[in-house]
């Protein structure tokens, strides 16, 4: 059974950085393309960033752009989601996805989600 469990959330200032993990077990990590996506209260949820299964080539919304970076550590299972400058408006629970093909945008693996509060 594949199983996503992300960590790394909390509550940061504007300005501030965080680090989100997302360790990935139940099947072999290169496996699977992955992703990060958020949803704010009252609003759907939305992709934030993706790495493709050779991290070579990585997708970011444009509201992140520039300030968030997605990486990869096969050796760890695990995918990362840097966040600098953060904005209040970055404000949701975050979560990752994994999926099986780098060329289709359905992901078939979901985390639990976690936290992050950005402070004004």
């Known amino acids: 059974q594949v199983q996503l469990v992300e960590t790394g959330g909390g509550l940061v200032q504007a300005g501030g950085s965080l680090r989100l993990s997302c360790a990935v077990s139940?099947?072999?990590?290169?496996?699977?393309?992955m992703g990060w996506f958020r949803q704010a209260p009252g609003k759907e949820r939305e992709f934030v960033a993706a790495i493709r299964r050779t991290a070579i080539i990585t997708y970011y919304a444009d509201s992140v752009k520039g300030r968030f970076t997605i990486s990869r550590d096969n050796a760890k299972n695990t995918v990362y989601l840097q966040m600098n400058s953060l904005k209040p408006e970055d404000t949701a629970v975050y979560y990752c996805?994994?999926?099986?093909?780098?060329?289709?945008?359905?992901?078939?693996?979901w985390g639990q989600g976690t936290q992050v509060t950005v402070s004004s």
């Open positions: 139940g099947r072999t990590f290169t496996d699977f393309a």
């Open positions: 996805a994994a999926k099986y093909s780098d060329y289709v945008s359905r992901y078939d693996y």
